[in-house]
Every structure is written in structure tokens, then in C-alpha cells.
């Protein structure tokens, strides 16, 4: 019973008792569409992210409600959210900080063409913090409907300026930029981002903030619940199907 109670007690200083109140956007809001970067290598370090082991979106009840009402209004317009990552845990933002201290740039073509990585902290594209670790922040953007196939990443193939006019054939609409793009032209309002593009932005953000989300305005893609039920924690459970056979079991 010791042993049981130690266990029990480290959960819940680490975070893991709080599963129960992370649910799965499929569950909630099967409509959204998904692309889980971090659980695969189409991301800025071109592999899998610690604490990433199924392709889920996780998020805050709150937030994954919230959600459905943007998903509501994306369709009634012609279209679908897909997001991108949702819910992050601490051992994924750890790898991140990991990798960016490291030589890799396999990616940098695509990702961060035009910034020196070792600039990456300076100029605030990588943090030891992330705000995804409470669970109520989405990256995420939009797709005409009736939505097509993402065609998926082929390791080794060669990578396009995530700010070129020819990118990823990701089947989000024309954003100005792919998801992940660490340029000054990701930044929401970027005056250099123009017509169908600029115009695409300003309809997710509408959409999102509609739904009560605040965008982060050097990421298009990012948004937070503001009436976020976590404000201050950071969780650090991993991105698991709460359906798949080897689910943390919710806390209490």
C-alpha cells in the first residue's frame, strides 16, 4: 500500500492526475479534420516529438467545446478546421528546447529557411515554455469543403520555403505561409501578407475569436482559449488515444 500511495502522490505532483479533464477533439468534435505534425517527421525537427505516441488532439473540455462552435461556423461557410497540434506536453517542449541547442537542421529548408537556428531563442521561435502545455491552446487552419486527401510527408523529400509561393501540398486554403514557419511573414497582420491570403487569416481569426479564442499574433495559426480552465499548469501527461489499449488511466 506504501508503494501504491508513492505512486499515486508523484502523479499528482507531475500532472498525470489530471487526464480526466483532457479529452479527445474526435470525441467532441469528430468533424474537425487532423494532422498531428509532432507524432510524425513533417515538423521543424523532421521526426517524432517526446511525449507524442498516437496522432490525437487532446485538449481541455472547455476548449474542445469551444471549438465545436468555430467548427459550427467554419462550416456553415464552406469549410473545415484541421489542426495541427493541440495539447503539448512539458517532455515535448524539453525536446524541442534539446533540439534547438543541437546541429541537426535537416528541416531548415522548409521551416526556418532565412533564420540562422542558433537565433531561434533570441527571436522567440523557440521557448522553455509553451502555452499548448495547458491544454487549451490549438494550431490549426482551414479547409474548403468538401475537403481532399492530405497527401502525407515522404522522408527525404525535397523541402519547399515555408514562405515560397510553392510549398508542402498541404490542403489547408492559401495562408501566406505553411503551418511551423519561423519568418516574420507568419505573424498574423505581416503587411506583406496580401489579398486571398491576408483575407483567409482574418476569416480564421473571426472564426476563433467568435468562439472565444486569442490569437498569438506572430503564429497565424495559434490560438488560446482566453477563459482557459489551466492558466497557471502545465501538464505533462503524453498525447495518447484515451481509446487505445495502453490509455493512462484518469486521475481522480
Known sequence: ??????????????????TS???????????????????????????????????????????????????????????????????????????????????????????????????????????????HSRGSTVDLTLVRLPARGQRGYRPGEKLHACDAKVRFPDNSIDMGTGYDCFDTTAHTLDPRVKGAAHANRLLLKRLMRDAGFVNYPKEWWHYTLADEPFPQTSFDVPVQDPHGPAAVAPGP
Open 1 to 18: 500500500m506504501k508503494l501504491i500511495w508513492i505512486v499515486c502522490a508523484t502523479a499528482l505532483l507531475s500532472g498525470q492526475a489530471v
Open 21 to 131: 479533464d483532457l479529452v479527445s477533439l474526435g470525441d467532441v468534435a469528430p468533424t474537425v479534420r487532423r494532422e498531428m505534425r509532432y507524432q510524425g517527421a513533417h515538423n521543424f525537427v523532421g521526426r517524432p516529438i517526446a511525449g507524442y505516441l498516437d496522432p490525437v488532439c487532446l485538449l481541455t473540455r472547455q476548449a474542445a467545446r469551444a471549438l465545436t462552435e468555430a467548427q459550427r461556423e467554419a462550416e456553415e461557410r464552406g469549410y473545415t478546421l484541421k489542426v495541427y497540434d493541440c495539447y503539448r506536453p512539458r517532455s515535448a517542449v524539453a525536446d524541442f528546447v534539446q533540439w534547438a541547442k543541437g546541429a541537426d537542421q535537416a528541416m531548415k529548408a522548409e521551416f526556418y529557411p532565412r533564420v540562422d537556428k542558433g537565433r531561434l531563442f533570441g527571436d522567440g521561435y523557440i521557448a522553455e515554455k509553451s502555452a
